[in-house]
């Protein structure tokens, strides 16, 4: 159910030594109510809990020790398996910490097109949920303008659903696109219109916002792109599907970028020089 705010998160302890914690043992609480009890490394050198997490939600952590405390640790992960927390980084093992949804939204394609409408019509990004994600609104776009740094959060998406894997085209001109790539294009493919925020040129970076901070990146903002090897003007970047979560440290490897000026004079998709894949 996309509509869920609710996120699995996991508890992993270690024991550098192998022969588990020896009698030491971790109890886990969610707004004061025990959710995990006694948790341990019996044997070995690892295990792995999990539980479920909603934003606001506070975790606090209590120790019992045992033998050989030195050997042990442990990481609280979020939803996309990131560290969110660790007993060594913080120098205990009784942490106290508030839920911050993972975000689960990341850049997927940015197009500069050049269309028979001229002007911005061929403009979009293109973004891909990670996993289902119940308030859209919480993320937003920037464009940041050659190299200028950021602009921050100029565009809001609408307060929808998204599913895992799901994609979703914020166009400036949903028209231009479906006499650039037939008739058919929205059939299949989920959009929303941008309206002048989708303002990017070719040599623009482009920051993606959760909660009114950067999680994500395309470029360099403080660059201007003319030039570099991110450059897209009149032409397009599509992030490698192995790559779509976000960051921001931008990789240009992580990306298809199309050679700048390719779809200029051409009337489709099809025949351009450079179709859009």
Known sequence: DNNSRIQEWSLHMLDSWGDGW?????????NGV???DNATVVTGYEETVYFEVEEGDVIDTYWTSGSYDSECSFGIYDATGALVTDSETAGTFELSLTVIPTPLLALAAVLDLTVPEGGSSGKAIIVQAIDDIPDLSK????????????????????????SGGEILWIVRDEAAYENYFGS??????????????????????IELFFYSEVIDIFGDIDTDGTGQIWEYQDAWAVRDAQYRFPTTTFNVTEWEISEPNCSDGSTTNADATCPFP
């Open 34 to 36: 025990l959710v995990i």
């Open 22 to 30: 020896n009698g030491a043992s971790l109890d886990l609480h969610i």
């Open 184 to 205: 058919d294009i929205w059939s299949s493919i989920n959009w929303t219109n941008g309206t002048s925020d989708i303002s990017q040129n070719g040599d623009d970076a």
């Open 139 to 162: 993320y937003g776009l920037g464009v940041a303008n050659n190299g200028g740094g950021t602009d921050d959060q100029e565009f809001t998406f609408p307060q929808v659903t998204m």
